[in-house]
């Protein structure tokens, strides 16, 4: 059984629907197993009930928070994150930022990573996000996945919606009003299943 592991932060609930769909799109691949787990919250209570985020907050505790041993046991791992200024939530940097040990003992060389975002408008940095992710991707690495031009649905023009080829992305509106649509959805769901592919791969070439 392949793990593959989506790791994400969710503010108002638009990555964590976007991590359903990416689960579903692993499920696809017969004899891979998805885990869906949550990085740990780092806002207080009271602010997040200023942003009117609590209430989703309480929603999601059922969700697993992950851990670096997480991380180690999967064959591949997918990251979850809303766009702050062109760039991961501090959620999800304070949580990586924990990785040092497995970066002294290789534990992610080798491993698909991959990425999918959110930002409140259209431009708003989604693929500033994805692209400076990477990175970190990197130092692990990690074998970079991207959301590949074989998903037609990034070249329509005809609605508003996200992805690129860096990867699968949502637009949340200013005030979080928007949910993801079919389209995201399906490019989240396609992600999923192209990184447990490329995983199953690796792993039997290895």
């Known amino acids: 059984m392949y793990k593959v592991l989506i790791v994400y932060y969710s503010l108002h609930g638009h990555i964590f629907r976007m991590a359903e769909a990416v689960s579903k799109g692993v499920l ?3 004899g891979c197993e998805a885990l869906v787990k949550r990085v740990p919250e780092t806002l207080p209570g009271d602010v997040l009930e200023e942003m009117g985020a609590l209430e989703f907050q309480k929603r999601q505790t059922h969700i697993q928070v992950a851990t670096m041993d997480d991380l180690a046991e999967a ?6 994150t809303p766009t702050r200024f062109g760039n991961m939530c501090g959620q999800m940097r304070q949580f990586l930022d924990a990785s040092g040990t497995l970066w002294q003992k290789g534990s992610l060389i ?10 409140a408008t259209q431009h708003g940095g989604q693929e500033t996000t994805i692209l400076s992710f990477h990175i970190t991707l990197l130092h692990h690495g990690m074998v970079v996945v991207g959301l590949p031009y074989s998903f037609a649905g990034q070249m329509g023009i005809g609605e508003i919606s996200g992805g690129s080829p860096y990867g699968a992305s949502t637009i949340d509106g200013s005030q979080g009003e928007r949910i993801p649509n079919d389209n995201e959805l399906n490019g989240a769901r396609f992600q999923g299943a192209h990184v447990t592919r490329i995983a199953m791969k690796l792993k039997e070439d290895a």
């Open 28 to 30: 696809q691949v017969t």
């Open 75 to 80: 064959d591949a791992v997918i990251f979850g």
């Open 110 to 119: 080798g491993k698909p990573g991959s990425v999918f975002t959110s930002s």
